[in-house]
């Protein structure tokens, strides 16, 4: 069955630090990968995702991914993070079945930014 | 071009009351899912309809249904509400194959 875990529930970062979050699957097959964040109260934004091809993905607001298949890792990078960054942070996995795309969710990194 | 649409955002429920709640998909998406979102359980997969016809299913109740219409907008029906459906309802669309999914703003579900 499909998995994904995120390791660090809360990361604190100072305005203006790189910011790295990390995420690991478990998928029998090709995976496809996506970076979700979500505002309180909101719906989830699309980052960035990862179908195939090149392993290192390029999504929205200057945030990066990486896909490394021998690690089973898609962590997420920033190089400056802005206090708008503040939010919480889901990786997803999913596959296709018969047409089907069904995403399973870590369960989420918050992002707190200090000033 | 519009997002992804869901009604009502805000619910308030009495246990044992019935809900439905809507969403409009992404104009010519025709692939549409539901998720749950509690903070015991993160976002859990309901289903997912793609022309009119269930495609896969989580590991839900039979309390928890749905349908898409011809138009592809989809309802979600939730019976016999308990206290534990209380949640963030999340509606989805792609376009269809393996492509990605767009969620709307939710509909925030409160049983009482």
């Known amino acids: 069955a499909q998995s994904v875990t995120q390791p660090d529930i809360h990361i604190t970062v100072s305005e203006g630090a790189s910011l790295e979050l990390r995420c690991n699957y478990s998928y029998g097959a090709t995976p496809y990968l996506f970076w979700y964040v979500q505002s309180p109260g909101q719906g989830l934004q699309l980052l960035l995702k990862?179908?195939?091809?090149?392993?290192l993905v390029q999504g929205i607001k200057g945030f990066e991914a990486e896909f490394k298949r021998s690690q089973s890792s898609f962590n997420l990078r920033k190089p400056s993070v802005h206090w708008s960054d503040a939010a919480e942070y889901f990786c997803a996995v999913g596959g296709s079945f018969s047409g089907a795309q069904k995403l399973v969710f870590g369960q989420g990194t918050r992002l707190t930014i200090n000033p | 071009k519009a997002g992804v649409t869901q009604t009502p955002r805000y619910l308030i429920k009495t246990r044992g009351q019935q809900v439905t709640l809507s969403c409009s998909p992404i104009s010519g998406h025709r692939s549409v899912s539901w998720y749950q979102q509690t903070p015991g359980q993160g976002l859990q997969f309901l289903f997912e309809?793609?022309?009119?016809?269930?495609?896969n299913k989580g590991n839900f109740p039979g309390r928890f249904s749905g349908r898409q219409f011809s138009n592809s907008r989809s309802e979600m029906n939730v019976s016999t509400l308990e206290l534990g459906d209380s949640a963030l309802y999340l509606c989805?669309?792609?376009?269809?194959?393996?492509?990605?999914?767009?969620f709307g703003q939710g509909t925030r579900l409160t049983v009482v």
């Open positions: 989805a669309s792609r376009l269809g194959g393996n492509t990605e999914a767009f």
């Open positions: 990862y179908f195939s091809g090149d392993t």
């Open positions: 309809y793609f022309s009119e016809t269930q495609r």
